[in-house]
């Protein structure tokens, strides 16, 4: 499976693990910065995620030159120009980002602006236009979706897109993640498991991609449930968002995944939340692949979903369906925290052909034309498909 050419790129390095976050001066100093702006969201504000941040820096010597927390749901140029007028206002170096996507995409965008000194965003759409960016550290709460640490900002419907954009680092800190609304958590995890298993679900592997995306599933997988219960422990939810984390990355180094496009114009064109949308999309789009495309889903995807004794117990030639079986069991057994398809959503049924008509724009020429459409018919009625149709 390991072709003769392929690439990877990773410019996050991870750091992890019981006070995580005292070691983000010393990473600053080592990037030859000392005083940054805090990009934050009310919902981490509530929680004091930015109070424990804040004595994270008590015997450093350092400061942090101010902490903003307009990063709302919505993510907004305007918002962005103001953040980078604090920073300048404030004499920051470097910048962080504390919460979900919002927070980490004007972060982004706030990091483009103060780079390249300048307050129009709209000038760096195509991002080689853009100088070196000042150091971008991320830190995850419960809030965090999956996207904070790819190497895209959406910011006003705008995708912004370059490796550049990743985070230098990303802090994981139990004490930043916190018990979280059920949907949140379902969502984030579904929307981790869609990006890493459609970035290994590829006909040519990236065996470095591979290992990201298959810690990803694994982590997600085996925390998922209890992530979204009411008596998690610390570690499960710590272990889930480090899955969601890394999908990201594992999504940075591949093609957009036909479940991923069908999901964000399912939400574009109805409300319903992306990563809902394509994780009820994605068992439907792997037994489609099974049925009708030679080689659609690698035997291999079992392993992180099934475990290594199940793995072994099934032959090579069952695996890809043993896969399929594990991921739509993991997503029943969510039982009344997510609907059994997409009908559920009260979505009318004519919209899923404009919904499909976008999606295969979106991916190109991933999947034979008319693919979306007929995966969207199946997820939308919770049918599976019969072999050839």
Known sequence: HIPEYYEFFNKCKISSGNKALENIPFDLKSMNAAKPLVVTDARSVKRGCDKILKKSFDDSGMIIGAIHDGAGVYSSAAIVKNMASLYRDRGCDSIIALGGPSAAAVAKGVNILVSNKSDHLLDFEDMSKSLQLRPFIYIPTSDAAGTESSSEAVIDSRVFKSSDLMPDIIVIDPRMITKNDIQYTVNSGLLGLVQSIESCNLAVSNP??????????????????????????????????????????????????????????????????????????????????????????????????????????????????????????????????????????????????????????????????????????????????????
Do not use: W
């Open 208 to 389: 470095l991609n591979d290992s990201f995306s298959f810690a990803a599933i694994e982590l997600i997988s085996r925390n998922m449930h209890a992530a979204a219960g009411s008596g998690c422990k610390k570690s499960e939810r710590t272990a889930f968002i480090s899955g969601v984390v890394i999908s990201a990355i594992s999504y940075s180094n591949a093609p957009e995944g036909l479940a991923r496009a069908i999901g964000y114009e399912t939400e574009k064109l109805t409300g319903n939340p992306a990563g809902l949308c394509a994780g009820l999309v994605l068992p439907y789009l792997l037994e489609y692949q099974i049925n009708n495309i030679k080689d659609g889903v690698r035997e291999e995807l079992f392993l992180p979903l099934g475990g290594i004794e199940k793995y072994c117990s099934v032959s090579e030639k069952e695996r890809p369906q043993a896969g399929v079986a594990a991921l739509f069991s993991l997503i029943d057994k969510l039982d009344d925290r997510i609907p059994k398809n997409l009908k559920m959503l009260n979505i009318p049924e004519y919209v899923i052909e404009k919904i499909a008509a976008a999606a295969e724009e979106r991916t190109g020429k991933l999947y034979p034309k008319g693919t979306a459409l007929k995966v969207l018919k199946n997820a939308y009625h919770g049918k599976k498909s019969a072999g050839g149709k």
